[in-house]
């Protein structure tokens, strides 16, 4: 059974411009959540999806958004990059948050410079 | 606002000891816990995860408990191996606006270092 799926592994980005993340959760998982994780403030939740609907969504700034398509693949989008953007994003796929497990996928490291 | 915090922040032991990892929140209205492990650089692998309705929770040389009403969690490693090396991670699922959305909230983790 394939693992979750976060693509790409690295990006480097000019501050300004924007970047999309993409996700592939576990094969029959319906919710995907993203988190963004630096070594000042651990990990933040983002917004999580379910059946193509954003149901959370975390404290961040509107310049983050995301969708997830029919298939349940997620993406994120950051537009007008900021330095302090620079972060692992990390995707969690479960097959309904809260009372089942969540497991994530290795991560987009991204360095806007 | 659910508040996780882990003690210690970094851990060092020799290899084959048996060693505890803390965790606490604030909120004990809490779905799930799940405890995981982060190599450096990488995502999260899964170690456990303790329904609110368990106490504890066994995998391998790993056991979990779970005291809601006193919010804690503790983490107990068996004949620890330099293998184990890895920051460990302790998150709570809670339920928070909108409806049956929740959320994980994570502790700032334990960086273990097991030295052979």
């Known amino acids: 059974k394939a693992g979750v799926t976060q693509t790409p592994r690295y990006l480097i980005k000019t501050r300004g411009q924007q970047v999309t993340l993409s996700c592939s959760p576990i094969s029959g998982h319906r919710s995907v959540s993203w988190y963004q994780q630096t070594p000042g403030q651990g990990l933040q939740f983002l917004f999580e999806?379910?059946?193509?609907?954003?149901?959370n969504k975390g404290n961040f700034p509107g310049r983050f958004s995301g969708r997830q398509f029919s298939n349940s693949r997620s993406e994120m989008n950051v537009s007008t990059l900021e330095l302090g953007d620079s972060a692992l994003y990390l995707c969690?796929?479960?097959?309904?948050?809260?009372?089942?497990?969540?497991?994530f996928g290795q991560g987009t490291r991204l360095t806007v410079v | 606002k659910q508040e996780v915090t882990q003690i210690p922040a970094a851990l060092s032991v020799p290899e084959g000891e048996n060693l505890v990892l803390n965790c606490s929140f604030t909120?004990?209205?809490?779905?799930?816990l799940q405890w995981f492990r982060q190599d450096p650089g990488k995502g999260l692998t899964s170690l456990l995860l303790?329904?609110?309705?368990?106490r504890e929770q066994t995998s391998g040389r790993l056991n979990a408990s779970l005291d809601k009403s006193s919010g804690r969690s503790t983490l107990y490693i068996a004949a620890s191996q330099p293998g184990d090396s890895a920051t460990y991670l302790c998150a709570v699922w809670a339920a928070y606006s909108g409806a049956g959305s929740y959320q994980l909230t994570f502790g700032k983790g334990t960086k273990l270092s097991v030295i052979p």
């Open positions: 969690a796929s479960s097959f309904r948050s809260g009372n089942t497990e969540a497991f």
């Open positions: 909120d004990s209205a809490i779905y799930n």
């Open positions: 999806y379910f059946s193509e609907t954003q149901r």
């Open positions: 303790i329904q609110s309705s368990q």
